[in-house]
């Protein structure tokens, strides 16, 4: 791999792991902000807002650490498929979200962003373009 890719691939582990941290540690900080979008039919909003976040600080710390980089960007990849669920129930639903609703355009960009952390992740992990990284 040539260090460029190198370097970046690094830098992009970093910045995704440190947005998933904080993420995850908002959703201790503000429960009540993400409750409204998780779907009414899981029951319980505060505790799967505590389970999301816990499992967001340990993907977000995986991807930081070389040595489970490639298995935390693979699980993260699927944790982002199934969380995308509370997107389509604050789409359909038209859920109000910290005080904003957002707008066809505003979902469907945010349906963009949500694929391109998967492809990020992957990239990361060496899922994608590069599925048998030398170890």
Do not use: C
């Not at 991807?63 to 359909?92: C, D, E, H, S």
């Not at 066809?104 to 990284?133: C, E, N, S, Y």
């Amino acid at each position: 791999m040539s260090g460029a890719i190198y370097v970046l691939r690094n830098f992009a582990a970093l910045a995704l792991g440190l947005f998933f941290i904080k993420i995850g540690v908002d959703h201790f900080l503000d429960p009540v902000w993400f409750e409204p979008i998780v779907p009414t039919i899981l029951g319980h909003p505060r505790f799967w807002v505590y389970a999301s976040g816990i499992v967001e600080i340990a993907l977000g710390t995986g991807l930081i650490i070389p040595q489970t980089r490639r298995k935390a960007g693979g699980l993260l990849a699927i944790f982002l498929v199934l969380l995308y669920w509370a997107n389509v129930n604050m789409w359909i639903n038209d859920i109000e979200i910290g005080g904003i609703r957002l707008s066809t355009g505003g979902h469907i960009a945010r349906a963009f962003a949500q694929l391109a952390m998967i492809g990020i992740a992957l990239w990361v992990g060496r899922w994608l373009f590069d599925p048998k990284p030398k170890l």
